[in-house]
């Protein structure tokens, strides 16, 4: 029954997550792009064969380099606050995880390392020797594999909502399918902008293996990381309260910011909250 619950609790937040991509849909999305219009942005948009896919990016602004990334089933445009913000002061590089968006899919499974490793490679391709990392969820998860692995390649690093070890996930995943109502509007913009839009399914279930099994980062190794890392998370996120403020604890340079009254989706529905604290902590 505990597993039940889990599943429903689960489904309940992804629904809420649905409507939130719904009204980026009416609203915010096609003002990014027509922002993108009147403002000429992004300054490059381009793939670049990486690690045996080809990887879509987008770059915004001049400045420092930051990369931001975006969550499970998204894409660039999921995180369209937080790219404006940036790109007043910053050159963001953001980037179309393996298998999301306009990014190729591998053939087999996908795995948060593989995504770390094609955010360096790209790095390499743009002459960009060490940069500052945004992530949400996942985004984030690759933040932090980025911070622990590739120390000399990272500046700082913000983790939105995201979980170190797969214990740190309210719920379970196991009964969710591709065809659940929860994901339409995510599954609408996957058939919208992936090279094969009948693939959802395939791409939805290795996601699905993905988020139960990883990531697996050790303590030890969030306490070797030297980067300044801001861990921040929704008061009522999916990721389980004590789980954040540990890894937060955990890190040697980590700081926690709690955005009150916000979920798992924060980007979206506190922008100006999410912004402001990612900005000032770039800034220090």
Known sequence: MRKVWAGLAVLLLLAAAGAYWINQSASGIPGFYAWKAVTGAPHAADKVPVNGIELYYEVYGEGPPVIVLHGGTGFIESMHYQIRALSDAHRVIAVDSRGHGRSSEPA???????????VTALMDHLGIAK????????????????????????????????????????????????DDEAFAAARGMYERLAEDPAHWPVFFGKIMTMWQTEPSITEAELQGVSA???????EFDSTKPAHTEKMAALLPNGQLHIVPGGSHFIPLEKPEAVNAAVLAFLAE
Not at 108 to 118: E, I, P, Q, S, T
């Open 108 to 118: 087999g499974a996908l795995h948060y390392r593989d995504m770390a490793g094609d």
């Open 131 to 178: 940069a500052d990392v945004v992530g949400w969820s996942d985004g984030g998860i690759i933040g932090l594999l980025l911070a622990v692995h590739a120390p000399e390649r990272v500046g700082k690093v913000v983790a939105i909502g995201a979980n170190y070890d797969v214990s740190g996930i309210e719920g379970d995943f196991s009964s969710l399918s591709a």
């Open 228 to 234: 300044p890392v801001l861990v921040m998370a929704g």
